[in-house]
């Protein structure tokens, strides 16, 4: 695996599962990872208006994620052979997003500084690179993940208590049929189930039935548990769902 299409396996721990991705706090339901949209919205735009250090640093790829008492960006270089993590230190009663803009807002003003002082944007990004930690050991390092995610109505998942990952699996025409008829035993009206549950039953096995039949999906990079930049991009994109960790 080329380092330079990898990127730092967080040595410190990133926020737990049961708190918003955005903000930290803890929350309630497995299957909620922000506390509110607003807040999740409120980071990336954040994270997006500095991607001009991100820019002029000359980022292939970039994360980042929060701990109760730090923040941290890992980023890599075009053409580097090592990781550069800016790591400092949360402000109190601060959410992550406004530490953020901090960092790269003095970040942003030494890169200016030395630009103007020499003239030189390389010695200006070396400058601000000299101030993160570097690390050269690749077995720290993975590659983002690809995923591939299936452009179906999560409605339709919830009726018949699929996963987006069971279409994942080369045999998801059979795993939808036989869920299918797990449930249509369940609910079908002629076994004393409830009719209007049936039709959604039924309607719900239409659409993904219909949708195995000319499978379409929408490419995904990024990591489950952080933020992730990616300079081709040039935009922040918010953690992809915790499912594709279980894919192999």
Not at 14 to 25: E, H, R, W
Not at 48 to 65: C, I, P, Q, R
Request: with cysteine.
């Amino acid at each position: 695996m080329n380092q330079t299409d990898c990127i730092k396996v967080p040595e410190k721990t990133p926020q737990k599962a049961d708190s918003c991705l955005s903000c930290g706090i803890p929350i309630a339901g497995k299957k909620r990872r922000y506390c509110t949209v607003d807040c999740r919205q409120g980071l990336r735009a954040k994270l997006n208006m500095h991607t001009g250090l991100l820019k002029a640093l000359n980022a292939k790829y970039a994360s980042f994620y929060f701990t109760d008492l730090l923040i941290i960006m890992d980023l890599l270089p075009y053409g580097a052979k090592s990781l550069f993590s800016f790591i400092y230190p949360r402000s109190a009663g601060k959410n992550p997003g406004y530490d953020f803009s901090q960092m790269a807002t003095a970040l942003g003003n030494l890169w200016w500084d030395e630009r103007k002082k020499t003239n030189k944007k390389y010695l200006a990004s070396r400058q601000v690179l000299n101030l993160a930690e570097q690390s050269h050991d690749s077995t720290h390092s993975i590659k983002p993940i690809e995923l591939k995610i299936p452009m179906i109505k999560g409605k339709s998942f919830i009726q018949l208590n699929l996963k987006k990952s069971d279409l994942e699996s080369c045999e998801y025409q059979k795993i939808i049929k036989n869920v299918f008829r797990k449930e249509a035993k369940k609910h079908h009206p002629d076994l004393g189930g409830d009719p209007a549950m049936f039709r959604k039953i039924h309607k719900a096995y239409e659409e993904l039935i219909n949708w195995a039949e000319n499978p379409t999906f929408i490419n995904r990079r990024g990591f489950a548990d952080r933020w992730f930049y990616n300079g081709d991009q040039n935009r922040w994109v918010q953690p992809i769902p915790e499912y594709v960790s279980d894919i192999g």
